[in-house]
């Protein structure tokens, strides 16, 4: 197990970096911020020039790949690192200098146990592309087909692991700290990256949830998920179906070729829109990158290291908060969100409802250039501080996502209007999934499955009840040990304080990693 000290040396290495970018100023001048975390970033900048303007996406790109990670997931918190942090995460690009090909032909031979000759005719040895957990190479297989292989960066696994479990531990101690650090939950938030992560470091797993969008989205016309090679896929190799095509973000180039922009752009928000509500599965990396677009103006999709999931229930919540949004129904959004659980019943459906509508109001009927849904949800966030609605990590994803798609559709038809590309879609969704003869069918089909499961409900009843609403159980989190709370242990019933010395030695560990980092800072030690 890692040291406190160690956690806290690593937590003052990564401060540093973010003190030279500026990325400190936003937590002392918060107002929520607690006194014990506003005066460890003074010590953390203690000498270091910041700039007048920070660079939130510069800083963890300097600190390293599962940094960026943390940075890619913060984006989706507005109300957790600010606005004007969030908007500046989203910039953050997940790329990093390619490895040594001799290191990749080493790796990929390694996980097959086979030389390469026998798995690819060729493999060119200049990466076309290279992020914080993998880089991805063309070739040609022995029966000539051109396809991407995608290669685990050698090493990533064991340093996220390192750099995720400092995360875990000073999460912990924030929301120990309780106040608004307790209902922010930074431990769920860093649960989640750890989740989203393992699945990003087992190629397979991204591999299976190709192949599941792929089946899911087969008679939505228009869109592409490439093929998985699964003879040559494995947790650090994943080779798949290579993709012509030009990039979403080379607007210039898919005008020379013809292609209808807002056209593509309403298929793009569809293609979205069918993921997450009639699915529940959906590409949750959906930045310019990973998109292309093929002569026939077929969208492709690429990277699928972060899925997004939803259950029906949530989903069919989802559809019914979108559609009172966009049609102006309030009072239906207020009482979803109690239904829900989201908010606590002792707060007035009708002052949530006004609530709503100051947020919801201002965006109606008009442009994305005008007033986006990335705003929309910032004052969503900003009205369930106000209603002490707890945040829902479940949905965190597809508003990220959500932003991701309005940039994207806003680049290609700066005139598109997402509600009125949304509403048509998410109101036949509703009548098809909650119209009467949807609802007996659905009646029905529970029913039938209840009674069959009832022997073993009835065994686990007692430890299933009560109901927990709409969000889903939060899993488990891993216990981490307060450093107060040793110190608290150490006190001995005599009376003799035998841990009290602990503090003092936190803090001989905290001043002592500060010198030394400033001295090696300065060039004063090798």
Not at 15 to 34: K, V, Y
Not at 259 to 272: G, I, N, S, T
Not at 290 to 309: E, H, K, Q, S, Y
Request: with cysteine.
């Amino acid at each position: 197990m890692t040291s406190a000290v160690t956690h806290i040396w690593r937590l003052l290495r990564w401060g540093r970096i973010l003190a030279r970018h500026g990325a400190l100023r936003i937590i002392e001048e918060g107002m929520n911020t607690p006194a014990p975390v506003r005066r460890l970033c003074r010590v953390a900048r203690l000498g270091t020039i910041q700039p007048r303007v920070p660079d939130y996406a510069g800083a963890f790109q300097a600190i390293g790949p599962a940094a960026i990670k943390l940075g890619q997931t913060l984006a989706t918190r507005p109300d957790l690192v600010g606005e004007e942090a969030a908007h500046n995460l989203l910039t953050l690009q997940d790329s990093l200098p390619p490895v040594g090909f001799a290191a990749v032909r080493a790796e990929i031979e390694a996980s097959f146990q086979q030389p390469l000759d026998r798995l690819f005719a060729s493999v060119e040895p200049e990466a076309v592309g290279a992020a914080s957990i993998a880089q991805v190479h063309r070739a040609v297989t022995t029966e000539g087909h051109t396809v991407a292989v995608k290669v685990l960066r050698p090493g990533i696994r064991e340093k996220f692991a390192r750099d995720l479990e400092t995360y875990e531990w000073a999460a912990a101690h924030l929301e120990a700290l309780g106040g608004e650090a307790e209902r922010l939950r930074p431990r769920m938030v860093i649960d989640n990256l750890r989740r989203w992560t393992a699945r990003e470091l087992d190629l397979r797993r991204e591999a299976a949830s190709a192949s599941e969008l792929a089946e899911a989205m087969k008679g939505f016309a228009g869109y592409h998920v490439p093929g998985i090679d699964w003879d040559r896929t494995n947790g650090r190799v994943m080779t798949i179906e290579w993709v012509d095509g030009t990039k979403m973000s080379d607007l210039g180039a898919l005008r020379g070729g013809g292609h209808d922009l807002p056209a593509l752009a309403r298929r793009l928000v569809l293609a979205f829109l069918t993921q997450a509500i009639s699915v529940g599965f959906f590409h949750a990396d959906m930045h310019q990158g990973n998109l292309f677009v093929r002569p026939d103006g077929t969208i492709v999709a690429i990277d699928f290291g972060i899925m997004g999931r939803i259950d029906r229930r949530a989903r069919q919540w989802l559809a019914e908060i979108l559609y009172g949004l966009t049609t102006g129904n309030y009072a239906r959004v207020a009482e979803i969100h109690f239904e829900a659980q989201y908010v606590p019943s002792y707060h007035s459906v009708d002052e949530f409802a006004t609530a709503l509508r100051a947020v919801g109001e201002p965006m109606r009927g008009r442009p994305v250039s005008e007033l986006s849904v990335g705003r929309m949800l910032d004052g969503l966030f900003a009205i369930t501080r106000d209603f002490d609605m707890a945040v829902q990590p479940h949905l965190l994803l597809l508003q990220k996502t959500m932003v991701m798609v309005e940039g994207l559709a806003q680049a290609l038809d700066p005139e598109i209007n997402m509600w009125d590309v949304a509403a048509p879609f998410v109101g036949a969704w509703i009548r098809d999934e909650l119209g009467p003869e949807a609802a007996i069918a659905a009646r029905l089909r529970d029913d039938v499955k209840t009674l069959l499961r009832l022997p073993d409900l009835v065994r686990r009843v007692e430890e299933r009840f009560p109901a927990r609403g709409g969000a889903p159980e939060a899993p488990p989190l891993r216990e981490i040990e307060l450093v107060w709370a040793r110190w608290q242990a150490g006190r001995q019933p005599d009376g003799n304080h035998g841990g009290a010395s602990w503090p003092r030695y936190l803090l001989a560990g905290v001043l002592g990693g500060l010198v030394t980092w400033t001295l090696m800072t300065q060039g004063w030690l090798g």
